[in-house]
């Protein structure tokens, strides 16, 4: 923080992190356990050297100590974190006594149902299964399909979980809002969309419309909400939010 | 080298010296005792670490230190979401283990024990109907609040940099949480059970090389019977909960450890 610095309302930096600097009675690593040689010689001496990297950027960093404690952890966080948890379990309760589960008809190995479904958070890995519409044919192989249409959707599926777990891989950076990534939060929204539209597609026979216009619908509505959403972040970025605070990303954060 | 006992120090003539009061005399002779068996002053260093840590003030989080509150408090009621699941998943561990005592996972009978098993818990079984009722909703809310919970880290960038480990973890736990509801779907034997099953050894076999071993890993061979059921009974009871609970203990420790990533 710089000397010719005015009144605390001109300060924009959030002020003082409340780092506390370790008092002199604190013992060092190396005061703690002497230790002689080997791997832990080794570790111990590493751990020396990082106590003291961090000290130095505590040191050079513009945060100001502040002694004020955090919120107490009993009985004020305790309480309240205890009474959102007991009325969740009530909720449960409550869902429970009013809608209770049926037991259906026993199972039949003989007669297939005329409606097969998981519950309802596995219908789009089961909606995923159920694309086999879209496996190509090969003119190579006089029509013929080079996937089995069941290992097409269980390679749908997998595509699926990889794409979501590559994620941070793909999307890096120190943004954390959706205004500052307009375009990964429209692919956030479109996978959503997507997610409920797939669903849909596991439970086609019991929507009555004809299969191509809803595998059309499968994969136009969530282009179409990713749209939207790239246009809606794109045009709140002319307000105040945007430009808040991107260039405290320099600093150091808080430890 | 002697192998002749050495002399200890002599602590407790160490403690005669020292003029203590009844508590601090129990407390250092109570110490010394367990220190001579099981050698506490090698976890000393890590209690003193624990201690100092404790005793550290706390820093302001990046909101607290710039104000941010007034702009993005919208987002924090869904940052309750991963808490909730927790507590879901607590509520319906226990009642899983109360219909555990109740439930038995045969496929024979008429129509089947499993089935009838349930029967007797939705009819005759004291409170049997809302614990079912309840272990079915706890399961659904978790689930509904884990992809809930998913949807909130990724609109607030919560998986970039040093956490991409726990996304991965958290990918990973989602899945085995359906699994979790998959398997227990299965275990009333029903017609919906039998059929979702059926679905599951088709999906098993369409995967190439591995996917007979797995069906008969899983499933106990490529028709659903006893095999299955058990199979399913054991996993869902017995396997995933160790594997999830130490996961979800995993997730919530590097959460901990790496603190709540706020919106900027």
Known sequence: ?255 | MSLEKKDDFDHYGWLKTKDLTPIESVFLTTLVFLDRRLRIVDYLELLEDAYYKVNLQMPKSHTEQYDLDNKFWYWYPLYSLGFFSTLAYIVAAVSGALLGFYYAPTAAGDPSAAYNSIEMIMTELQFGFALRSIHRWAAQIMMAAVFLHMLRVYFTGSYKEPRELNWLLGIILISLSMVFGYTGYLLPWNQLAFWAGQIGVEMALATPIVGEWAAQLLFGGFTLGQATLIRMYILHVFVLPFVVTALIALHIGIVWVQGIAEPH
């Open chain 1, 1 to 255: 923080m710089s000397e010719n610095e005015t009144t605390d309302d001109a300060r924009t930096d959030g002020g003082e992190t409340g780092i506390v600097a370790p008092d002199d009675e604190v013992p060092t690593w190396s005061e703690r356990k002497e230790r002689k040689a080997g791997l832990s010689r080794l570790t111990y001496e590493y751990f020396e050297r990082s106590r003291r990297e961090d000290q130095d950027l505590r040191n050079e960093s513009d945060y100001v100590e502040r002694d004020v404690l955090g919120f107490p952890t009993w009985p004020h966080e305790i309480i309240r974190n205890l009474s959102i948890s007991m009325f969740f379990v009530g909720m449960i309760v409550l869902i429970a006594a009013a809608l209770p589960p049926s037991l259906e008809a026993p199972a039949d190995p003989s007669s297939t149902p005329e409606i097969i479904l998981p519950d309802w958070y596995l219908y789009w890995s089961f909606g995923l299964l159920k694309l086999n519409p879209l496996n190509p044919g090969l003119a190579v192989l006089d029509g013929g399909k080079l996937l089995s249409d069941q290992l097409y959707g269980v390679l749908a599926n997998v595509v699926v979980v990889g794409a979501v777990a590559l994620l941070p891989y793909l999307n890096k950076g120190s943004a954390r809002r959706p205004v500052e990534q307009p375009f990964w939060a429209s692919i956030g929204v479109g996978g959503a969309v997507f997610s409920i539209t797939i669903a849909a597609l596991a439970v086609q026979n019991l929507i009555p419309l004809p299969l191509p216009l809803q595998l059309n619908i499968v994969f136009v509505f969530p282009v179409v909400a990713g749209i939207i959403t790239y246009a809606v972040l794109k045009t709140m970025r002319e307000g105040y939010m945007y430009g808040l605070n991107r260039r405290y990303y320099m600093l150091r954060p808080p430890k």
